[in-house]
């Protein structure tokens, strides 16, 4: 949407969000489906932003438009005497978290189960771990309020070569997860899936190959560190052999459909609260039949062999 000669993304359930960088032209997460840090519950932006021109706007229009919109704001945790306690999930990612917003998904399927919930973004377009532990913003957004949980998202490619793991992604883990322990908090990484065809720069030219070295790459690190991991790609592989009617990527390989980013809230509801999400009412406009599914899986990869998830 163009207001006021600038490009704003549409967030599905927040109106406009923070201005567009026009350098997010193309769509996967490494530049794309937009380069724009956005947070939920405060407006925390500190990076500056160009005017795009008329063609680059209809590009990133298209590129940055979530599956799915919606007027509502966020849910937040109730004050009321009788209001269970409150789990506050912080998501520290990159697109792959905030394309069809993901906390929010997460947040109203947590509603739905009679949960005391909100959650809080800080997500900018490829962004990896190592970029958020140097980021004053996302240090400062971990220690703005007593959050339950901190989940954090590696960059899509990184973990799946020996190299980014080494020399990225396992030493920001490191940074970031004794951050958050220090504010109080349980840090919780987020096993992307893989790229439908691989990406063969990484050596993991096929889907299964890069798949297999994502999960490696988490259950690795979170092995050392002791954390948990809400396994969305290994779900997501589940789903992929047992359900191949269900389209999960949109065209670019890389991000998530509607239905992708709901099998994600499914895992994380699963791993967060230990209790299944099968039968909650909220399905975020997919099938009921579809949503069913998506939640028998989730429950089943999550909560069948919790140890391997760090879970117990």
Known sequence: MIVGGRLYAIGR????????????????????????????????????????????ALLLAVALLPIGCGSAGPPTCSTAASAAPCTRVLFVGNSYTYVNDLPNTFARLAVAGGRNVEAGMV???GETLAQHAAATETLDKIASVPWSFVVLQEQSETPATSAGRSSMMYPAARTLAAKVQADGAQPMFFMTWAHRDGISATGAGDYESMQVA???????????????????????????????????????????????TYLAACVFYAAIFRQSPEGLSYIDGLSSSEASVLQAEAAGAVLQNPDQWGLS
């Open 13 to 56: 359930a927040h109106g406009l969000s923070r201005p567009a960088d026009d350098r997010a032209i193309r769509s996967n997460d490494r530049t794309g489906a937009g380069a724009t840090r956005r947070f939920h519950d405060v407006s925390m932006n500190t990076r500056s932003h160009r005017p795009v021109g008329p063609a680059a």
């Open 123 to 125: 997500a900018n377009g």
């Open 214 to 260: 994502i999960d490696d790459g988490y259950n690795w690190i979170a092995h050392e560190l002791r954390l948990s991991v809400a396994p969305v790609g290994f779900t997501w592989s589940v789903v992929r052999r047992q359900h191949p009617e269900i389209s999960m990527w949109q065209g670019d390989g890389s991000h998530p459909t509607a239905s992708g």
